[in-house]
């Protein structure tokens, strides 16, 4: 009996840390090849798939991200317009044209939203860096341009980011 406890328990734990492993922030230190960026600056090199949070000349926070798949990439400069905590989610004409079963409005915190637990969104258009429900997507090209983390990633850079800071996305 004490061993189907202790083969319990050493499951449970090991799935436990597997789980935890793979929802953890992945936010790295680098020393930054991003030059020109004034601090603060998020820059997203799409063919990274990597988003940089500028601190000073030398330094910066990466994240990996997913981005927009062929034929929904951008290039540009923008900046944060909003902040939002497990928002709601609304597709844009084009997705619902593409998928048209998907609901009008997908509430926030929902497993079904697509827009994770955070979103930022950017001036300009219809995309946002945001969370994500769909984890193994990050580090993909799979959007319809926005730019996708993984929930605890999106969580640290909200934290870090501002309304109206810059945002530039490059190829």
Known sequence: ??????????????????????????????????????????????NERRLYLILDDGHAVRYPVGVGKSGKQWAGTTRIDGKYRNPAWSPPAEVKRDKPSIP???????????????????????????????????????????IRMLNDDITDLYSRVSVGTTVVVTR
């Not at 328990?9 to 799935?15: E, K, R």
């Not at 946002?128 to 926005?146: D, L």
């Open 1 to 46: 009996m004490s061993m189907k406890i202790a083969m319990a328990l050493a499951a449970t734990f090991g799935a436990g840390v597997l789980i935890s492993t793979a929802a953890e922030a992945r936010p790295e230190m680098v020393g930054t090849h991003v030059a020109n960026f004034s601090p603060g600056t998020i820059v997203v090199k799409t």
């Open 104 to 146: 009008d409005v997908i509430p926030g915190g929902s497993p079904r939203n697509p827009m994770g637990v955070a979103a930022m969104t950017l001036a300009g258009g219809e995309y946002a860096i945001h969370g994500t429900n769909v984890p193994g997507s990050v580090g993909g090209f799979v959007s319809y341009g926005c």
